[in-house]
């Protein structure tokens, strides 16, 4: 059910590959609710992808840019600008990605080469982005900017590796600019922390079929979808939310306050009981 909530507003989607992304989502709800948007991508990416499909389907231009380069952002953001004859008022940042996860090295045998881009790609990304959109003045007042995060900016989880990292730089990047656009120009900066949840870049990492069934063990509503992550993020675009800035938003079920839960011990005290039996 559509609310109208963003009708009339505009906005510029980083990150949607195919129908497994959670921008790719989030793009279709946001249209849904009225909103009009940007969709962008690396070009390497969207040779990969099928971005046409979801532009098509929200009526929304493409527009190329590598997030690491401060250059093709400005050139996003100007053409953005121009396309709706001014500023934007929502931004989702959905960019990660780890080549040390990609080719299974540990995290204490990583490659800092992959570890440097990890770090760029996906934290260093978004201070850019915010960077740039600051310089050019091209948010309005009350505007929104939301990145995706994990769980693992908090916690070790075996398996998350070098993206833990880069998560925690993320959050703290969204709290420091969150400071100063709110200050300045009333506009909100978050981070979701999302369920693990299946995509393109989430099936890369290592056990992520084994984590999905333990975190949804441990939830109390079980693991949040890519689309339910949509909702939330359309929630944060709108005015509803215009007080919340700086903050990292938990949307896993209840996974990030739990310790143990029923579900969990009993798989546990199952797989306790077998291996006990075959040691017999």
């Not at 979701?192 to 949840?197: D, E």
Request: overall charge neutral; charged content about 25%.
């Amino acid at each position: 059910m559509a609310y109208n909530l963003l009708k009339g507003k505009k906005g510029i989607i980083f990150g949607a590959l195919n129908d497994m992304s959670i921008a790719w989502k989030v793009a279709e709800r946001a249209h849904e609710e009225g909103a009009e948007f940007v969709l962008t991508n690396t070009p390497v990416a969207l040779r990969l992808g099928t971005l046409k499909q979801l532009a098509e389907k929200c009526n929304a231009e493409i527009i190329p840019a590598d997030a690491t380069s401060v250059e093709e952002i400005e050139e996003l953001v100007k053409k953005t600008m121009a396309k709706f004859g001014g500023k934007i008022d929502f931004i989702l940042h959905s960019v990660a990605m780890s080549p040390n996860v990609r080719k299974g090295l540990s995290y204490d045998k990583l490659s800092y080469d992959f570890y440097h881009k990890t770090i760029e790609i996906s934290a260093l990304s978004f201070h850019k982005v915010l960077h740039v959109c600051r310089k050019l003045d091209a948010i309005n007042e009350w505007g929104s900017v939301v990145a995706l995060s994990y769980v693992a900016a908090q916690r070790t989880l075996y398996g998350y590796n070098d993206m833990a990292d880069a998560k925690s730089l993320l959050e703290s990047i969204a709290r420091s600019f969150g400071y100063i656009y709110g200050r300045d120009k009333k506009i909100r900066v978050n981070t979701i922390s999302q369920s693990p949840t299946i995509t393109t870049a989430g099936s890369g990492v290592k056990g992520i079929d084994r984590l999905l069934d333990f975190s949804e063990r441990m939830s109390p509503l079980g693991n949040a979808t890519a689309d339910d992550c949509a909702d939330y993020c359309v929630t944060l675009f709108s005015d509803l939310t215009k007080k919340v800035t700086m903050q990292n938003l938990f949307h896993d079920g209840g996974f990030s306050s739990m310790g143990m839960s029923l579900r969990a011990m009993t798989q546990y005290d199952k797989s306790f009981r077998e291996c006990l039996e075959e040691g017999d």
